[in-house]
């Protein structure tokens, strides 16, 4: 069993950054692909973000360019750097392990929920225009 924690959300005004953690109880991340989601309470779980076991990544593209998805396998923490943040960023974010990233070349494609078993809570970010 996998536990997973985020921190790092909050409020910030448009344009600002946030940079949200997610801790694991396991080696989980140096092992299987990661991912960011979020979701809000008019859409279903939106992927976000996803880093394969060998580094490659993928980002949605609402967010791509804006956010970067970094992992310190060491310390078993994910991380996502959120820069130039708009107000339809405005989310609970979720970290996932132990999935599948569906990768092509040196890209992969934004992940997807049903490819993930073990996630967290949730960090809530809002942001104000």
């Known amino acids: 069993q996998v536990q997973l924690v985020e921190s790092g959300g909050g409020s910030v005004q448009a344009g600002g950054s946030l940079r949200l953690s997610c801790a694991a109880s396991?080696?989980?991340?140096?092992?299987?692909?990661v991912a960011w989601f979020r979701r809000t309470p008019e859409k279903s779980r939106e992927g976000v973000a996803v880093m394969n076991s060998d580094g490659r990544t993928g980002y949605a593209k609402s967010v791509k360019g804006r956010f970067t998805i970094s992992k310190d396998n060491a310390q078993n923490i994910l991380y996502l750097q959120m820069n130039s943040l708009k107000p339809e960023d405005t989310a609970m974010y979720y970290c996932?392990?132990?999935?599948?990233?569906?990768?092509?070349?040196?890209?992969?494609?934004?992940?997807?929920?049903?490819?993930?078993?073990?996630w967290g809570r949730g960090t809530q970010v809002t942001v104000s225009s």
């Open positions: 396991t080696d989980t991340f140096s092992r299987y692909a």
């Open positions: 996932a392990s132990e999935g599948i990233a569906d990768c092509y070349g040196a890209d992969c494609d934004p992940p997807r929920p049903s490819e993930f078993v073990y």
